[in-house]
């Protein structure tokens, strides 16, 4: 498991970053300061240029500590929040384009990206194209003189697929052209984008690292000050805030992340391989393990994985999927994913894809392994195998 910039463990990083450090003695956390305007005892100080707060919207306090920690777990310079991870996306695509650019999107992007970049970037004169997730260094093909963002996510949070991202980094690099990842699946923990050569990493926070499903976040953390700059300044156009009590909330969640991802990524894997010898099963997308096709990068790049896997479920009557659903006391059917609790949906992958084709027959269901006990999440699914094989 990988080590910060000062050489210590990361899971201990995670502990002691972003506690208060400024009066002689103070709690072991940050505690929730909420502002809109900031009050200076002094014209020169009111006057002085690069303040450390300046008005409640570019942050306080309680989002200075939250930005440490996460630098800290993306090993990056410059973190900065948005009020979800969409708009971290959103803005970091508007800071680093222009009308007349070009943007590369990777297939296998989380749905409503694409309709950022089919119903919003487009609008203002920016193409979209998207590429094969599994373009690696091939991806330099498609690199134009006007190509101003690469993004990526990896593994892709539907259907799986790893990405070589090293090899799109050095690609891009020889273009000048920033390399954007969605690191969501990973938290951070499992997987750094900046030393694979990534110039931005973007969390949806309101995933594993709030990690409570009561809290949405997104950040956008990077080692390169004049992208620092372009991103701190969109966020301020566009208005963007984060309440430093969600601050306070997703920075609660930081302190115990490496622990929950242990207990996410082993339930997971035993669901994963259970689910794999069950008949109406025919394909796993879990790329720890040996048969996903994207197993070897995955190794290579990741020292884990989280608790987010999908399924393929042979082709079977409607009625027989909602009595599969309907059966389920411990999978909730919602949206997102990473908190403590597990999920499952139903994924029409198919109807998102544009560049690659999504081909498999079947219904992909997407699971979130939370942190009850394994034996009764297998005999959840158990129970629903049985109530969709009943007539
Ligand atoms: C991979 C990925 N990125 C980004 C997001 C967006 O995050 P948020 O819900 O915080 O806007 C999601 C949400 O499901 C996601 O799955």
Same mark, same amino acid.
């Given at each position: 498991m ?24 103070y ?31 570019f ?46 999107i @990777? ?7 694409? =309709?950022?970049? /089919?119903? %919003? !970037?487009?609008?203002? *004169?920016?193409e979209?194209?998207?590429?094969d ?16 963002a ?15 991202i090293?090899?799109i ?10 390399v ?8 951070g ?19 594993y690292?709030?990690?409570h ?9 990077t ?10 300044? @969109? ?7 984060? =309440?430093?009590? /969600?601050? %306070? !909330?997703?920075?609660? *969640? ?8 242990k ?18 099963v ?56 990473g ?37 009764? !999440? ?5 129970t ?8």
């Amino acid at each position: 498991m990988s080590k910060d910039k000062s050489g210590r463990h990361i899971k201990t990083g995670l502990v002691a970053s972003g506690r208060p450090h400024d009066g002689t003695s103070y709690p072991v956390s940050q505690p929730v300061e909420r502002a809109s305007t900031i009050l200076y005892p002094t014209y020169d100080s009111f006057m002085k240029k690069n303040k450390d707060y300046v008005y409640g919207r570019f942050g306080t306090r309680s989002h200075r500590a939250l930005t440490e920690s996460l630098c800290e777990l993306e090993k990056g310079d410059y973190t900065h929040l948005t009020p979800s991870g969409l708009s971290a996306i959103t803005t970091c695509l508007l800071a680093l384009a222009k009308t007349g650019d070009h943007i590369l999107i @990777t297939d296998s992007c989380y749905d409503p990206v694409r =309709s950022i970049g /089919d119903r %919003f !970037l487009n609008r203002y *004169g920016i193409e979209v194209e998207y590429y094969d997730p599994r373009a690696g260094g091939d991806i330099a093909a498609l690199l134009k003189p006007e190509t101003k963002a690469i993004l990526c996510e990896s593994p892709g949070s539907l259907t799986f697929e790893v990405q070589d991202i090293p090899a799109i980094t050095a690609a891009a690099r020889s273009r000048n052209v920033p390399v954007v990842v969605d690191n969501t699946w990973s938290a951070g923990y499992f997987f750094n984008p900046l030393e694979a050569g990534a110039t931005v990493s973007i969390q949806s926070i309101t995933k594993y690292i709030a990690g409570h499903a009561d809290c949405l976040m997104g950040s956008m953390t990077t080692n390169d000050k004049a992208i620092s700059t372009r991103l701190e300044r @969109t966020t301020r156009q566009l208005g963007l805030n984060v =309440s430093a009590d /969600d601050a %306070f !909330l997703a920075h609660r *969640g930081v302190r115990s992340l490496s622990s929950r991802l242990k207990v996410h990524e082993a339930n997971a894997l035993e669901l994963a391989n259970w689910l794999a010898l069950q008949p109406d099963v025919t394909q796993i997308l879990h790329p720890a393990r040996p048969d996903h096709p994207d197993h070897a990068l995955w190794k290579r790049d990741f020292s884990g994985a989280s608790g987010l896997f999908g399924f393929v479920l042979a082709p079977c009557p409607e009625k027989q999927l909602a009595r599969f659903f309907d059966s389920l006391s411990y999978f909730g059917m919602g949206y997102s994913w990473g908190g403590f609790e597990s999920l499952i949906i139903p994924c029409p992958v198919a109807e998102y894809r544009s560049a690659t084709p999504w081909d498999y027959e079947g219904t992909l269901i997407r699971v979130h392994a939370g942190l009850e006990d394994i034996t009764d !999440l297998v005999n959840d699914l158990e129970t629903g195998f049985q109530a969709m094989r009943n007539e």
